[in-house]
């Protein structure tokens, strides 16, 4: 019992030893004079200004320093920025050194700690000098000359942890982008000038969002700073970071590609020697960096996306700015490049690589161009082995020569080989890329042996044998540095179907929206880089044989004789013969100004038909009050949109003019001869100029202005001389009736899409002429006389007056009708139907005198014109309706 007691009192002595130490300890940290002594110990500890926010200390359960807002000053030589600042640092007390009546760090923790490394004019970095070097190393390197010497510092630490950190890059005065974020880690003094390093941290870059950067990790042995690193050995892991993220922080830009991305490396310097000779020596790496499931953003990620391996061992000089990779190795998974490279980093990135051997497979080649173009078809293959030597200069790299060749390849569709590949020579000269003699031998559909050939055969695909004439020969010549090339082609096909099977299967379709059978013969060529307008195409094909049968048409163009061509980067078309919308036509048209921004350039044709029908054009485009035909039609006819676009801004982007000339033009009753006229296009505005025709004995003359918005609106006036009644387009047994010659003018408009709709709006007036009339059936002006119905005919001299169209009718009001014995007047209305309901009265209601009003009779004729009701009745009164 008095042991306890004994040992209890000593326990509550100590303790209370203990509260008053921590007490007064805390009471001297805020004193003037132990703070600048921390503060001073601190600045002996980083080698650096130092400012602090509160200081605090703990004694249990190991001394221990609690800082508050550090901030580590800059050395005047790298700017006035502060180096490095904390939000807070915890720092313990080496028990040894305190003992021995020094006053030493052990660890200390940096929390939230954000540094900022710059590197000088002359290719010296802020963290030299900072932590403390070998002794040995010191000696060494004091004899070497520094623009800027140091004296040696006292300070002893041992470790420092940090979490949550940052790290930030200047060039001189200049900030970087880039930057690393959540570090963690530690630095610690495993023997004198010896430090561990152990990092983890995330790379960031402003201006951009990054969503998976991955995090780097950094495990090393290395020397103090000041002894630039040396001897050192660090390893680097980076993993799992996405491609479009690594192309962000690298350029600040989305690249448009996507996959996955992995480093490792090691590296080394100073292992091997000592002393002056050990800080002179150039870094050994060996790098490893892995990308997979590359493809372009808006592809769908595929089991097949390439993924490439890229080796590298050799080393790298800091004195001399070069980096040398002796060993370069690209792997793919069927090829291979083995060779070397140079970078130069005391300046802009320039490297040059150099490829001794290089073996590409075709399948590797396939599985790239999949990854970045739409619509390849998942059968389509190529055999092919590419080899030869080739060396790459400039950042981005450039091509700058070597030799390619290659070995007999094939294309090759489901079940066949679709073309055969010639093998073909390349060479690059100067950085020019020139390629010679590839060319395609275009097979027919024959099955592969061992295909299934009754299945094919029970689809219905026709099986010929290859013919030899069917062939693409193709050369290249581009040069890089001047954005310039010409593609040439020499084509030879019997028939041009399975060149379009090809071009489909490698998501280049060329018949978007129409279907072509036949021959084509040719060459056409395509330079680039030549002026302001990009690419230009030359040369000329001739069609044979030929059926286009387009998307908005039920039937084909049939073509024989037709060439196509290019000139100057104009196109143009000429036309022999092409059976087309029920007529055989001839003809030419010109692009005479060429589109730019993707619109269609300025059109000019010369076009004839041999005989144009209504019937024949509504049979070709479908249904007539169908209104997206020429939706359907357009985009194949301008070259196939991918997306849907409104039939009015296709119309938008066409600018044409020309003639049409057409031996006849029939439109239902109405037929036409040697009609003509000169058409304008721009802008979704349509005219008509100049149109004539010769029609029923006489001629019609006019213009026509339409306006192609959401509701079409047309305007037209027409001006017809000389025209026989009895052809005009009545029907057959009334026509019989009528004979005399008319003319006059009008003016009509209309509205809508689709012929119901037309007729519906259509309206109009106009002025009509009369000559030698004579009306068979009836005896007009003898009926009226004698109150009874009088068959035979009724004669006048002249007539003329006015007329409207409305309402699906034509009306007449006071048409004056000259005899020699007096005047008639015709009214009433003639409806589209053939329905007419007028009459026949005497002129000037009895002004004349000749019969007196009340014995006055009229004619009224109504009902079907074929077989009309006619009767006499007398004479109605003013403004009565018939």
């Known amino acids: 019992m008095i042991r306890v007691r004994k040992y209890g009192r000593i326990a509550l002595l100590v303790v209370a030893l ?18 600048g002594y921390l503060i001073a110990h601190l600045e002996s500890a980083f080698g650096r200004p130092v400012e602090v926010g509160r200081f605090s200390v703990g004694i249990l359960p190991i001394p221990e320093l609690d800082v508050d807002a550090v901030t580590i000053g800059e050395d005047p030589a790298f700017g006035h920025e502060y180096f490095l600042r904390a939000e807070h640092m915890a720092a313990s007390f080496r028990w040894i050194g305190l003992l021995r009546g020094h006053f030493e760090f052990g660890t200390m923790s940096l929390t939230r700690p954000s540094l900022i490394l710059v590197r000088n004019a002359e290719g010296r970095w802020n963290l030299e000098g900072w932590l403390p070097p070998a002794r040995a190393m010191s000696v060494s390197t004091s004899a070497l000359p520094s623009p800027h010497p140091r004296a040696e510092t006292t300070h002893r630490l041992r470790k420092i942890d940090f979490d949550d950190g940052r790290i930030n890059f200047k060039q001189e005065d200049e900030k970087r982008p880039f930057a690393f974020t959540n570090v963690s880690g530690s630095v610690e003094q495993v023997s004198p000038g010896r430090w561990q390093l152990r990092l983890e941290a995330k790379p960031w870059r402003s201006g951009v969002t990054l969503q998976s950067t991955g995090m780097v990790q950094v495990v090393g042995d290395v020397a103090g700073t000041s002894a630039r690193l040396q001897p050192a050995q660090i390893r680097l892991h980076w993993e799992k970071v996405s491609l479009a993220d690594l192309f962000r922080m690298v350029t600040g830009n989305d690249s448009g590609v996507r996959g996955e991305f992995a480093l490792d490396g090691n590296a080394s310097v100073g292992e091997e020697t000592s002393g002056a000779d050990a ?110 030597t080739v060396s790459a200069t400039g950042w981005p790299l450039r091509w700058d020569g070597g030799v390619i060749e290659s070995t007999v390849g094939a294309l090759r569709l489901p079940g066949q080989i679709a073309a055969r590949i010639d093998p073909f020579r390349g060479s690059v ?37 290859p013919a030899a004439e069917d062939s693409m020969e193709a050369s290249l010549i581009h040069d890089p540095a001047a954005h310039q090339g010409v593609l040439r082609l020499n084509l030879r096909l019997a028939d041009a179907t399975q060149l379009f099977h090809l071009t489909a299967a490698f998501g280049h379709p060329l018949n978007k929206g129409w279907e072509y059978t036949g021959g084509a013969a040719g060459f056409v060529a395509v330079n680039w880089g030549d002026g302001a307008n990009g690419m230009r195409r030359s040369g000329a094909l001739e069609l044979r044989k030929a059926q286009l049968q387009v998307a908005g048409l039920n039937e084909p163009l049939k073509l024989e004789g037709t060439r196509l061509e290019w000139k100057d980067g104009l196109r143009s078309v000429l036309i022999g013969k092409a059976d087309a919308f029920g007529a055989a036509w001839s003809g030419t048209i010109s692009e005479i100004r060429e589109g730019t921004g993707g619109e269609t350039g300025d059109w000019r044709f010369q076009l004839h038909a041999d005989h144009l029908d209504a019937t024949e054009l509504d049979r070709w485009f479908g249904p007539r009050a169908r209104p997206n035909w020429l939706q359907r039609l357009l985009p194949s006819l301008l070259g196939g949109e991918n997306a849907p676009v409104p039939a009015s801004e296709l119309l938008r982007r066409i600018s044409a003019e020309g003639e049409l000339t057409a031996d006849t033009l029939s439109i239902e009753r109405l037929k036409l001869t040697k009609a003509h006229a000169k058409l304008v296009l721009h802008a979704l505005h349509l005219e008509l100029q100049d149109a004539g025709a010769e029609w029923a004995g006489g001629s019609v003359h006019g213009g026509l202005e339409a306006q192609f918005s959401a509701v079409p609106q047309y305007k037209m006036d027409a001006e017809v001389e000389r025209v026989g009644l009895a052809q005009l387009p009545w029907p057959p047994r009334w026509a019989e009736r009528w004979s005399g010659i008319a003319s006059g003018k009008m003016n009509l408009s209309m509205s809508g899409v689709g012929r119901e709709e037309l007729l519906k709006q259509l309206a109009g007036r106009g002025e009509i002429k009369l000559e030698k009339i004579e009306f068979r059936g009836w005896d007009v002006e003898t009926s009226a006389e004698l109150g009874t119905l009088r068959t035979g005919a009724s004669r006048w001299t002249s007539g003329e007056g006015k007329f409207e169209i409305g309402e699906r009718q034509i009306r007449f009001e006071g048409i004056q009708l000259e005899a020699a014995r007096a005047k008639t007047r015709l009214d009433g209305t003639i409806g589209f139907d053939l329905d007419g309901n007028f009459t026949f009265a005497p002129g000037g209601r009895g002004k004349r005198g000749a019969h007196p009003m009340l014995a006055a009779r009229e004619l009224r004729v109504s009902g079907p014109l074929e077989t009309p009701t006619v009767a006499l009745l007398p004479v109605r009164a003013a403004g009565s309706q018939p």
Do not use: C
């Open 18 to 35: 203990l509260v008053a130490v921590q007490v007064g300890v805390s009471f001297l940290v805020r004193t003037h004079r132990v703070r």
């Open 279 to 388: 800080a002179l020596r150039a870094w050994r790496f060996v790098l490893q960096a892995r990308a997979e499931q590359i493809h372009r953003w808006d592809l769908t990620e595929r089991s097949d996306n390439p993924r490439i391996n890229v080796n590298l061992k050799g080393r790298w000089d800091l004195a001399e700015g070069e980096g040398r990779a002796e060993e370069l190795r690209v792997e793919l998974p069927r090829s291979n490049l083995s060779g070397s490279a140079v970078l130069r980093t005391d300046g802009p990135a320039n490297w040059r690589a150099q490829f001794g051997s290089m073996a590409v497979q075709g399948e590797d080649l396939l599985a790239w161009y999949r990854a970045f173009q739409p619509g390849v078809a998942p059968e389509v293959a190529v055999d092919d082995l590419v080899t030869g």
């Open 429 to 465: 000269k100067g950085g020019v890329i020139t390629l010679d003699g590839l060319r395609l031998k275009i097979a027919s559909q024959a099955p592969l042996p061992g295909s299934n050939e009754k299945s094919e055969k029970g689809a219905g695909k026709p099986r010929t044998n």
